[in-house]
């Protein structure tokens, strides 16, 4: 059985920082991605940040570059998400998902909500402004 867990959301003050964590179990299999979605009050999850099984390859939604670092432990079963300089506009659920995929598949087409995959039951990320 997959199960994600995620941790280290928080409140925080803007300009701060960040790491969220999530644990992987029960991944049989070396071709999956990882990844970091977020809802915010309203509106539609989206994709953060994606990384593939063996860590080489990464991908940010435009908004979060520069500002926002993916990365796994050496035993791919913790994915970590570095938010650095956190704005208002980065409060939300966070989310990790799982996708035996490539990491573009699983951010850019087949993303979250739609019954594919694994996935966490989130942390909460509120920034204070």
């Known amino acids: 059985q997959v199960q994600l867990v995620e941790s280290g959301g928080g409140l925080v003050q803007a300009g701060e920082s960040l790491t969220l964590s999530c644990t992987a179990s029960?991944?049989?299999?070396?071709?999956?991605?990882l990844g970091w979605f977020r809802q915010a009050p309203g509106k539609e999850h989206d994709a953060v940040s994606c990384?593939?099984?063996?860590?080489?390859?990464?991908w940010y939604e435009d908004s979060v570059k520069g500002w926002f670092t993916i990365s796994q432990d050496n035993a791919k079963t913790t994915v970590y998400l570095q938010m650095n300089d956190l704005k208002a506009k980065d409060t939300a659920m966070y989310y990790c998902?799982?996708?035996?995929?490539?990491?573009?598949?699983?951010?850019?087409?087949?993303?979250?909500?739609?019954?594919?995959?694994?996935w966490g039951q989130g942390t909460q990320v509120t920034v204070s402004s």
């Open positions: 990384i593939d099984w063996n860590g080489r390859r990464t």
């Open positions: 998902g799982a996708l035996e995929a490539d990491l573009m598949t699983l951010c850019t087409v087949v993303g979250m909500g739609r019954g594919l995959g694994y």
């Open positions: 029960g991944l049989s299999v070396d071709d999956y991605a």
